[in-house]
């Protein structure tokens, strides 16, 4: 690692992103590697089961990033052992789902000073911060919902409501989700499944009849909300976003009262050290608050708003950047 004048990142991955790393334009970490590059930063990579401590010492195992006609590649010789805390910023997007091994990887920055270094989202508060679980923060403009592992309390709350999506508590991209309604004959079946035989809670919400149309993923950085939006389509034969694919996107546009929900929403999270999140809402309601790697589908945004929306999002990362580091940062071009 360099010891000139250029800000060090680190970006913690997900497998599945190292895998297909180059051209991955889909990705929001592709983006930001890009752009960050762009802009004359050292960038490096790495994977969840990359990170260790040695004693007290959190470390990674590191590749270093580059770009070469206009895309991003990554040195694979073999991976350099770097501490975490030397980064000057760290971005900790790996995917769901949250479980022991994840946890772990949040584990790891309990050995970071985090005054030394800048981590976005903070894995210490994702540890404290369950998607779905915790939507109950913000009650207020949340569905009707339970959340348990009893199916008797599951199904009363179907037949109160005659319509609910079911969905585990720690995976992403609506996978396990299942809608239910009265009339469904195998509950019993559905139930018993996704609560792992009544040992496993899930959350119950209320089925929102606007989901047909599509929820909107509204965009946030520290306290900002962008007005930049987009909404996903129920994918073919599905009652969710379930496919990423170009004809499942439109344009949208925020209400005021979605701009105001969601910078209440992006305040409270800002407090706690969750500084990007992606909100899903539908008929005014949020239904998920992304904290772990939020997509912000900047390419669908960029298609349809023919802007270049990846401009707009690093003038307030960085900015974001500055603030937590109490200085201005110089960017080398």
């Known amino acids: 690692m360099s010891l000139d004048l250029k800000q060090t990142i680190l970006f913690i991955i997900d497998d599945l992103?190292?895998?297909?790393?180059?051209?991955?334009?889909?990705?929001?970490?592709?983006?930001?590697?890009?752009?960050?590059?762009?802009?004359?930063?050292?960038?490096?990579?790495?994977?969840?089961?990359?990170?260790?401590?040695?004693g007290c010492i959190a470390k990674a195992n590191c590749y270093?990033?580059?770009?070469?006609?206009?895309?991003?590649?990554?040195?694979?010789?073999?991976?350099?052992?770097?501490?975490?805390?030397?980064?000057?910023?760290?971005?900790?997007?790996?995917?769901?789902?949250?479980?022991?091994?994840?946890?772990?990887?949040?584990n790891v920055f309990d050995f970071v000073d985090h005054e030394k270094t800048v981590i976005i989202n903070n894995p210490v508060a994702i540890k404290n911060f369950n998607e779905k679980f915790h939507l109950n923060y913000f009650s207020e403009f949340a569905p009707e919902n339970i959340v348990t592992a009893n199916a008797e309390e599951i199904k009363d709350f179907v037949r109160t409501n005659q319509k609910a999506i079911i969905k585990p508590l720690n995976r992403?991209?609506?996978?396990?989700?299942?809608?239910?309604?009265?009339?469904?004959?195998?509950?019993?079946?559905?139930?018993?499944?996704v609560t792992n035989d009544?040992?496993?809670?899930?959350?119950?919400?209320?089925?929102?009849?606007?989901?047909?149309?599509?929820?909107?993923?509204?965009?946030?950085?520290?306290?900002?909300?962008?007005?930049?939006?987009?909404?996903?389509?129920?994918?073919?034969?599905?009652?969710?976003?379930?496919?990423?694919?170009?004809?499942?996107?439109?344009?949208?546009?925020?209400?005021e009262e979605e701009k105001k929900m969601a910078q209440n929403v992006a305040k409270r999270l800002n407090a706690v050290d969750l500084y990007m999140a992606g909100l899903d809402v539908i008929d005014g309601k949020i239904i998920e608050v992304n904290v772990t790697s939020p997509c912000y589908f900047i390419r669908e945004i960029n298609a349809h708003n023919h802007?270049?929306?990846?401009?707009?999002?690093?003038?307030?990362?960085?900015?974001?950047?500055?603030?937590?580091?109490?200085?201005?940062?110089t960017t080398i071009c």
């Open 198 to 255: 009544g040992k496993t809670m899930v959350m119950v919400q209320k089925y929102l009849e606007g989901a047909i149309g599509g929820d909107k993923r509204v965009l946030i950085v520290g306290e900002h909300v962008f007005d930049e939006c987009i909404t996903k389509l129920p994918g073919k034969d599905d009652f969710k976003f379930s496919v990423h694919s170009d004809k499942y996107f439109e344009t949208s546009v925020l209400t």
């Open 172 to 193: 992403c991209f609506g996978s396990g989700v299942y809608y239910v309604d009265t009339q469904e004959r195998n509950i019993n079946t559905i139930i018993k499944n």
């Open 64 to 106: 270093e990033a580059y770009l070469k006609s206009g895309d991003i590649f990554y040195k694979k010789d073999e991976p350099k052992k770097y501490v975490i805390e030397e980064f000057d910023i760290v971005f900790f997007r790996p995917d769901p789902p949250v479980d022991i091994d994840y946890i772990n990887a949040c």
């Open 307 to 329: 802007e270049k929306f990846q401009d707009v999002l690093m003038e307030k990362l960085i900015n974001l950047i500055e603030q937590k580091q109490g200085k201005t940062l």
């Open 17 to 54: 992103e190292l895998k297909y790393f180059e051209f991955n334009d889909l990705v929001t970490n592709f983006w930001l590697i890009k752009e960050f590059l762009e802009r004359n930063y050292e960038v490096f990579i790495a994977i969840k089961s990359g990170l260790m401590t040695e």
